[in-house]
Structure formats: structure tokens, C-alpha cells
């Protein structure tokens, strides 16, 4: 579609291995695009059991993924006021649409790690989505699949520099993959095991994660 080669251009500057595996367009699978009743590109899937399921909305997909970053971040986040060196993980972006809201809404400065369970959904969005806005910022970093087993190790010498830490869930695209909710909460095990102290409060995450991220369950429940 009308996007790709740009956004593989701009992704390359950023994962140039990403850019390579995802350099063709995915295969008839699991997930459908559709248009939404704005005109804007959302995505469907489809279980192994038949059952369809939306990623994002049918009317204002990216008004959607704001809302769930307002809901997310703390007002001096949200005004600007945030220390050097500070980052933001997403986890469930899909087509994109998260990613785009935060590139958006969150200073250059602050660096966006982009986490879903598989890049397959996003890799749909590299046709139909214009990431220019993403990709022009100098901090991302896309984290498909488990949680990176790097991140403790790097906890230990600073993780991102001293700054602060934020968390942010689009749980539209978690419930619609198999397990999502169980992804997430691995991340929030491993991020608040390898920098608690600097773990943004969560205010704004769902109680499944706020629980995890407090150390007062270990995820089993859901």
C-alpha cells in the first residue's frame, strides 16, 4: 500500500533488522484491515475458533489511543514536566495507533519503547499508517514478542539514564491476542524488578497490572 516503503525507510533508522523481516507484506492471515466509519484504518482478528475480534475502534482509532494515555500517564507527564532521559513503554500498539498518540502527545525527548506480543499487526500497519512522526524522534526502540531479557541486566547501570519511567496499556489490543493480558504482566514484572524505584506510580494502569507492578501478586489471577 501507499505507506510501506517510507515507513521501512524510517524504521530502518531505527531497527534495521525489524525493517529486513518485516520488508514484505504479511501473508493473508489471522488479521483483516478494515476502514473504520471515519475513514480511518483499524484491524480485525480472527481466532482459531472463528470468533472476530477488533484491535482498535471503528470510529476514532487514534482519539482512542489518546484517551488511554491520558488515562495512563500523571499530569506532569501529561504538561510536559517530565526529568531528561525519561521513557515510556506502550505495551499494545497493533496497527499503531498507540504509538502515533504517544509520538503525538510526548516530548522528543522522551524515549518510546514500542512493545506487542508480535509484530505481525504492526507490520499491517506499515502500509496503511503514516509513521513520519514516530520515526523522527531519536529515542525508539520496538520490543516484539517476550519481555527483553536484557532489561534487568540494564536496571543495574542506570536503565535510562536516571530519568523517569512510565508505563501505558491499550488493553483493546492485549484482549484481542491470546495471552495478552499474561504478556503485559510480564513486562511489569520485569520492569518493576529491574527499576522499582522509578517506576511511574501506574495510576492509570488496569488493576490486573497495578496489582503486579506493587509486588502484591505475581500475575496468576486475572
Known amino acids: 500500500m501507499r505507506w510501506r516503503r517510507q515507513n521501512l525507510r524510517g524504521l530502518s533508522r531505527h ?11 504479511p501473508e493473508p492471515g489471522l488479521f483483516e484491515l478494515r476502514r473504520g ?9 480472527r481466532d482459531s475458533q472463528g470468533r472476530v475480534s477488533l484491535l482498535h475502534s471503528m470510529v476514532d482509532p ?15 507527564w501529561l504538561n510536559g514536566k517530565i526529568p531528561e ?9 497493533g496497527l499503531g495507533w498507540p504509538a502515533l498518540a504517544a509520538a503525538e502527545m510526548l516530548p522528543p525527548s522522551v524515549g518510546l519503547w514500542i512493545a506487542d506480543p508480535s509484530s505481525e499487526a504492526f507490520s499491517y500497519g506499515l502500509d496503511c499508517l503514516d509513521f513520519s512522526s514516530l520515526f523522527d524522534r531519536k529515542r525508539v526502540r520496538f520490543l516484539f514478542g517476550p519481555p527483553n531479557p536484557e532489561l534487568a541486566a540494564a ?6 539514564g536516571g530519568g523517569a519511567f512510565a508505563a501505558a496499556v491499550t488493553e483493546g489490543v492485549l484482549d484481542s491476542e491470546p495471552g495478552g493480558r499474561e504478556w503485559a504482566r510480564s ?6 524488578e529491574a527499576k522499582p ?13 497495578r496489582l503486579v507492578q506493587g509486588a502484591r501478586l505475581r500475575g496468576e489471577l486475572p
Open 15 to 25: 531497527d534495521p533488522a525489524l525493517a529486513e523481516r518485516l520488508e514484505h507484506e
Open 37 to 45: 466509519n471515519q475513514g480511518a484504518w483499524t484491524l480485525r482478528r
Open 62 to 76: 487514534q482519539g482512542q489511543a489518546r484517551r488511554a494515555l491520558d488515562a495512563a500517564l500523571s499530569s506532569d
Open 85 to 93: 532521559l525519561s521513557a515510556c513503554l506502550l505495551l499494545g500498539t
Open 155 to 160: 536496571g543495574k547501570s542506570g536503565w535510562v
Open 187 to 192: 513486562w511489569i514484572r520485569t520492569v518493576s
Open 197 to 209: 524505584r522509578n517506576l511511574s506510580a501506574g495510576d492509570g494502569l488496569p488493576p490486573w497490572l
